[in-house]
């Protein structure tokens, strides 16, 4: 398992960027049970950032695999029977993990599961503004993966999700919005392409899995959503289309530096 760092940085900035620097000193082992449509894209995201994926989501595997891991995504896309013991394994081998609660609130079954395993604490829930509000109990859930909500609508649900686990919640959205007991950050840009690329959300997740092997669990969610942004509007820049797009954002994961996520965090004064 990856040894997280107990250093505090002095500034904000100099904690994103430290957050990165750690990740591709140790590239952190990290465990996805996600969505059967991403798994690829996923994997390859994190290989270009810098860690070690690892698709292990077999009962009497994952949670054996889940004490080795750095960090551990849950990611409810497509929750079969094999991948909800999986998950439920994985979440109490005690390692930070990241729940992705993706459509929660209009179906049942994956609506349940999330609501079993927030009792483990995940260290970062991952979601759109929809799944957020639903998840909390504030609203119904979005258009299947698709929110009909602001992330700044979710404040207060994602609030209370963070008192009610002790981690940290982020929403996706045109600003993304992360949030602690204490914190509040946001952090703007991205480009929309990523919307249009099966798995660029989904692999935001695992990124934030990986981050919490090396730090904290704000500091890897509001790292991860900064990569993210400055990685998608760079290869935007230069893309045709979705598909020109998702290749390019792959390259501009390896090519960004730790100095390339400064002052891309907003926090309040």
């Known amino acids: 398992m990856v040894v997280r760092t107990s250093s505090s940085p002095s500034t904000p900035a100099e904690a994103h960027t430290q957050a990165l620097a750690l990740l591709r000193e140790t590239s952190p082992l990290t465990q996805c049970?996600?969505?059967?449509?991403?798994?690829?894209?996923?994997?390859?995201?994190?290989?270009?950032?810098?860690?070690?994926p690892a698709m292990c989501d077999i009962p009497g595997e994952a949670g054996m695999f889940a004490r080795i891991a750095g960090g551990v995504l849950v990611n409810l896309g497509t929750p079969t029977a094999e991948q909800r013991d999986a998950a439920r394994e994985a979440v109490s081998a005690g390692t930070p993990w990241v729940l992705d609660p993706v459509a929660v609130g209009a179906l049942p079954v994956r609506t349940a599961l999330a609501h079993e395993v927030l009792d483990a604490r995940p260290a970062i829930i991952r979601g759109n503004a929809s799944e957020i509000l639903a998840l909390a109990g504030a609203g119904?859930?979005?258009?299947?993966?698709?929110?009909?909500?602001?992330?700044?609508?979710?404040?207060?649900?994602?609030?209370?999700?963070?008192?009610r686990t002790g981690g940290t919640v982020a929403v996706s959205g045109e600003t993304d919005l992360i949030v602690d007991a204490t914190r509040t950050a946001r952090v703007p840009g991205g480009s929309a392409l990523l919307t249009k690329v099966t798995g660029g959300g989904c692999a935001l997740g695992a990124a934030m899995a990986a981050f919490a092997a090396v730090t904290e669990p704000f500091e890897a969610a509001t790292a991860a959503s900064a990569v993210w942004a400055v990685a998608s509007e760079r290869a935007a820049s230069g893309?045709?289309?979705?598909?020109?797009?998702?290749?390019?954002?792959?390259?501009?994961?390896?090519?960004?530096?730790?100095?390339?996520l400064r002052d891309r965090v907003e926090l309040p004064r």
């Open 33 to 52: 049970i996600t969505n059967a449509v991403v798994t690829n894209f996923t994997a390859n995201a994190l290989l270009a950032l810098g860690a070690a």
């Open 140 to 163: 119904s859930g979005g258009r299947g993966v698709d929110a009909t909500d602001a992330a700044d609508d979710a404040l207060d649900a994602a609030r209370t999700l963070a008192a």
């Open 239 to 260: 893309a045709r289309g979705p598909g020109s797009f998702a290749v390019a954002f792959l390259d501009q994961l390896a090519a960004i530096e730790p100095a390339d």
